[in-house]
């Protein structure tokens, strides 16, 4: 179950993040119109150049939105407190808004501006979380939830070793990204 886990939240990051980070380009690759800054490309060309560095932002993805996310349903089920799907939605959209005032402040000022201006920040934290909590629900959560308590509380113990071979993959997969 931890492996389950792992490996999600990990193609969560790595695959679906960066579908979604792409999206204004969406249109472009449909409509097979792989032009750059007037620069023509093939359709290969054109997603290397839009995936070029989306690794490490995908890996701060996984850990400070998706790692805290994943905790905090655990803490909850650990406790006997399952979350509704719509209450998932408001965390992850809680972390994600959080993400977004903790960066805005610093690197942005966020504050200069009017609050509906920043308004859209809200909305897309809302629309990803709408994206990602369905899909951890059908992968991850719904084969969580049916087991039993006493299973979950059992492999809690391993958590720690777990952690430690999940820091291994992250660094491994930064390394390997980086090197080519």
């Not at 150049?49 to 655990?74: A, C, E, N, R, T």
Request: glycine share 4%.
């Amino acid at each position: 179950m931890i492996w389950r886990k792992i490996l999600w939240n990990i193609i969560a990051a790595l695959v679906l993040f960066p579908i979604v980070g792409i999206g204004r380009h969406w249109v472009n690759i449909i409509t097979g119109n792989y032009e750059y800054y007037n620069i023509h490309y093939t359709l290969r060309e054109y997603l290397r150049l839009l995936l070029h560095g989306q690794v490490y932002f995908s890996i701060f993805w996984l850990m400070i939105v998706l790692l805290p996310f994943q905790l905090i349903k655990d803490y909850r089920l650990r406790i006997n407190k399952k979350l509704s799907f719509l209450y998932k939605i408001l965390i992850f959209a809680a972390i994600v808004s959080l993400i977004v005032l903790i960066a805005g402040s610093f690197f942005v000022n966020l504050w200069a501006t009017p609050w509906w201006n920043n308004f859209l920040y809200l909305v897309v934290a809302i629309g990803l979380s709408v994206i990602f909590t369905p899909f951890l629900y059908l992968t991850i959560d719904r084969h969580v939830e049916k087991k039993t308590i006493n299973k979950v509380l059992s492999e809690d113990i391993n958590e720690k070793h777990v952690l430690y071979i999940f820091a291994f993959i992250i660094i491994a997969i930064i390394i390997l990204f980086h090197s080519s």
